[in-house]
């Protein structure tokens, strides 16, 4: 694909945006399902059932996202996403019945994940040299979208904006990157090949019944469903359970992803030279350790729940590189379930923690976090062992 110097930034700061409004979008559930919860008079489990919605959308749009991308090209995927987001975001925000709000926020879970496909699909085409380069920056966008949003939101409902409104708001955001998306102009690919489109099932079956990749399969659903448990119920449970205000709860969700950012940052560092699987034992039993402390310990240390984000942030790139790393015919076809069991634990996480928030409070589904994390741990011991054993 033959592209100028000026297509190649063009299409590169529509990648970067993709991601910032990723990171932007994403993130408005954890600041705004308590005012909707008080709002619309729902219960937590209907808020679980809200964001399982989501990353329901989500899920499946790392299915057809690729296969849209493939018929039609990566820029009208991107295009897509933005419309998604469009009209989830005005139906979400005008939302008065469980039924809307799923309905609305499914939409949204599928302009998401388009996002997070297409650009990272586009940004590795067009940068292959130094796609390393280019992939963490495009993380460092989503980071950076992640720690404004809970900022911006938390202000807003602090001078007595509804949620509907700041959702509304963040029209001003999608509408423009989405314009962009349009006219971006990207060359269309050439179509795959007949042998590329083919699964080979019998080498499916090999990969799935490899207890290394199995046990890292464990590991990203876990790990996911803790993340994003965490970035829905973080704000919730600091303003019941620590009686902090939205101003300062909402602070501390942007700390929780400012300090995922700089812990990827200087992850890339020292992940490679302490081993993979080493770095991502010691960061879990650091996650298992905060979450602990931020809430069972003095409400004075609550904050510590915060520097969760820097225990998560090379969780999901490094497991990422441990699973690019096992021998297998079809590694993208285990890639691709690496990333689809991470979906599902996005799914299941916050959906169950809302349902046990309703059953027996809100500390003890917050500590549903603590076994995600605790299964990690364990998943990866016995990884260890096995390599030491082999």
Avoid at 45 to 59: L, M, Q, V
Avoid at 71 to 78: D, V
Wanted: one cysteine or more; aromatic letters at 14%; hydrophobic letters at 50%.
């Amino acid at each position: 694909m033959k592209l100028s110097q000026r297509q190649v930034w063009v299409i590169t700061i529509g990648c970067f945006l993709s991601y910032f409004l990723f990171g932007f979008i994403d993130n408005l559930k954890g600041t705004t399902i308590p005012a909707i919860l008080k709002d619309v008079g729902f219960n937590y489990s209907k808020g679980g059932t809200i964001i399982f919605s989501e990353y329901t959308g989500f899920f499946l749009a790392t299915f057809f996202a690729g296969l849209l991308a493939d018929l039609l090209g990566k820029k009208f995927s991107l295009v897509l996403a933005g419309l998604c987001l469009i009209l989830g975001v005005i139906g979400y925000a005008s939302s008065s019945h469980l039924a809307m709000f799923v309905a609305f926020i499914f939409l949204i879970g599928l302009g998401l994940g388009s996002l997070e496909l297409s650009g990272s699909n586009i940004i590795s085409g067009i940068h292959e040299q130094h796609k390393g380069r280019y992939m963490n920056l495009l993380n460092a966008f989503y980071g950076i979208g992640s720690i404004i949003t809970p900022i911006l939101a938390g202000h807003f409902l602090n001078i007595g904006l509804s949620f509907r409104t700041i959702y509304r708001y963040s029209l001003f955001v999608i509408v423009p990157i989405t314009v962009y998306f349009i006219v971006m102009r990207y060359p269309r690919d050439t179509a795959p090949d007949e042998a590329e489109k083919k699964i080979d099932f019998k080498d499916l079956i090999q990969i799935i019944s490899q207890k290394d990749v199995l046990l890292m399969y464990v590991v990203i659903f876990a790990y996911v469903a803790a993340e994003i448990g965490m970035a829905t119920w973080m704000v919730e449970f600091f303003q019941q359970e620590r009686h902090v205000s939205v101003v300062a709860s909402s602070l501390y969700l942007s700390i929780h992803f400012a300090g995922m950012t700089i812990g990827r940052l200087l992850g890339s560092f020292f992940v490679d030279k302490a081993g993979h699987l080493k770095s991502l034992l010691i960061f879990s039993l650091l996650a298992v350790l905060c979450i602990s402390l931020g809430i069972f310990g003095p409400p004075s240390i609550a904050i510590v729940l915060a520097f969760t984000g820097f225990c998560f942030s090379i969780i999901f790139p490094t497991a990422t590189a441990v699973v690019s790393g096992i021998p297998a015919k079809s590694s993208g076809t285990m890639l691709g379930m690496f990333f689809a069991c991470g979906g599902l634990g996005g799914m299941i996480g916050p959906w169950l923690i809302g349902f046990i928030n309703d059953l027996l409070g809100l500390k003890i589904g917050m500590s549903v976090n603590i076994l995600f994390c605790i299964i990690i741990v364990f998943s990866l011991i016995t990884l260890l062992r096995q390599k030491h054993c082999s």
